[in-house]
């Protein structure tokens, strides 16, 4: 049996995306619907992936969705691996550490650097003895995003010393840096004009094992995108694009089409958009990059 974290899903698609030069997908997913779309996309094109939730289920859904969910990703024909993103609350953090996530996002990033570092180290050694890896956010990435509390304060870049200082310190196992990266609609000009591609550079420079993870991916913009790869970005979380298909679909189609079809042709939208991000970020038919389990 490898050691933690060699032995953790997440670490093992990650570290193959580092090694393959490629990002994997990590869909935000609000139902059954986005987890089954989310993986039937993987399986049909051999692509690790990875599925996520927002704190928000957890309360809404409770623990037994979180199960579902990990199991679903568990039994896929892929590795996908199941993680929650920005659990803010230290209590969410507690609740997570004993449910059947791979990977959770400690987004501490509102507490002063001491507080924040202490904090932050506590977890990763408790999610070590569970077997779970941990992604931080370091400086603050703005903006709202459904399931997420909107932030009201001025950008806070992500200083590429400190983030070093702090990933060495803490031990957290994946970076969420902030370079201009926005959650939700852009302002005029778009991420072209907000991202600062020479820090982001200067982040992965400075934490050149560490895989980056890209939050604030809408819209999607694929040669952008590239050059975040190519600088580092290894898990890219993606949300609203998955939706808008999906939800046009229900919205025409409700009180229509009988449920049993309105299932699989809302899910096959999903499962095609889905699909695009994978091609776009390079890990379609690379399933077999990630070292099995076991
Ligand atoms: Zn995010």
Same mark, same amino acid.
């Given at each position: +049996?490898?050691?933690?974290?060699?032995?953790?899903?997440?670490?093992?698609?990650?570290?193959?995306?580092?090694?393959?030069?490629? !990002?994997?997908?990590?869909? *935000?997913?609000? *139902?059954?619907?986005?987890?089954?779309?989310?993986?039937?996309?993987?399986?049909?094109?051999?692509?690790?992936?990875?599925?996520?939730?927002?704190?928000?289920?957890?309360?809404?859904?409770?623990?037994?969705?979180?199960?579902?969910?990990?199991?679903?990703?568990? !039994?896929? %024909?892929?590795?996908?691996?199941?993680?929650?993103?920005?659990?803010?609350?230290?209590?969410?953090?507690?609740?997570?550490? &004993?449910?059947?996530?791979?990977?959770?996002?400690?987004?501490?990033?509102?507490?002063?650097?001491?507080?924040?570092?202490?904090?932050?180290?506590?977890?990763?050694?408790?999610?070590?003895?569970?077997?779970?890896?941990?992604?931080?956010?370091?400086?603050?990435?703005?903006?709202?995003?459904?399931?997420?509390?909107?932030?009201?304060?001025?950008?806070?870049?992500?200083?590429?010393?400190?983030?070093?200082?702090? +990933?060495?310190?803490?031990?957290?196992?994946?970076?969420?840096?902030?370079?201009?990266?926005?959650?939700?609609?852009?302002?005029?000009?778009?991420? &072209?004009?907000?991202?600062?591609?020479?820090?982001?550079?200067?982040?992965?420079?400075?934490?050149?094992?560490?895989?980056?993870?890209?939050?604030?991916?809408?819209?999607?913009?694929?040669?952008?995108?590239?050059?975040?790869?190519?600088?580092?970005?290894?898990?890219?979380?993606?949300?609203?694009?998955?939706?808008?298909?999906?939800?046009?679909?229900? %919205?025409?189609?409700?009180?229509?089409?009988? +449920?049993?079809?309105?299932?699989?042709?809302?899910?096959?939208?999903?499962?095609?958009?889905?699909?695009?991000?994978? %091609? +776009?970020?390079?890990?379609?038919?690379?399933?077999?990059?990630?070292?099995?389990?076991?």
């Amino acid at each position: +049996m490898p050691a933690y974290p060699e032995n953790n899903r997440t670490w093992q698609i990650l570290q193959a995306a580092e090694r393959g030069g490629y !990002a994997v997908p990590a869909f *935000n997913c609000y *139902n059954a619907d986005g987890v089954l779309g989310s993986i039937k996309a993987a399986e049909n094109l051999n692509a690790p992936a990875m599925v996520e939730i927002f704190p928000f289920s957890l309360h809404f859904h409770g623990p037994e969705f979180v199960k579902f969910a990990a199991a679903a990703c568990h !039994a896929a %024909k892929v590795p996908i691996a199941l993680h929650l993103d920005h659990c803010t609350l230290p209590a969410d953090v507690y609740t997570a550490l &004993e449910l059947p996530f791979d990977s959770i996002m400690v987004d501490a990033s509102t507490e002063d650097p001491e507080a924040n570092i202490e904090f932050v180290s506590k977890i990763v050694k408790m999610a070590e003895e569970r077997g779970i890896t941990i992604e931080a956010e370091m400086g603050r990435i703005q903006g709202g995003e459904d399931g997420v509390p909107t932030v009201d304060m001025e950008a806070l870049y992500t200083e590429p010393e400190f983030a070093a200082d702090f +990933m060495q310190k803490t031990g957290v196992h994946y970076l969420a840096p902030s370079f201009g990266n926005i959650h939700g609609p852009y302002p005029p000009g778009g991420p &072209e004009k907000y991202w600062q591609l020479d820090r982001l550079a200067k982040i992965k420079e400075l934490n050149p094992t560490i895989p980056l993870v890209l939050h604030g991916a809408y819209p999607i913009i694929p040669d952008l995108y590239k050059k975040t790869v190519e600088l580092g970005m290894r898990k890219v979380n993606l949300n609203r694009n998955l939706h808008d298909d999906y939800l046009d679909y229900l %919205k025409e189609n409700i009180g229509k089409v009988e +449920m049993t079809g309105l299932q699989e042709n809302s899910i096959a939208l999903w499962v095609k958009e889905a699909e695009r991000c994978i %091609k +776009m970020l390079g890990c379609d038919g690379k399933a077999g990059d990630v070292k099995p389990i076991v």
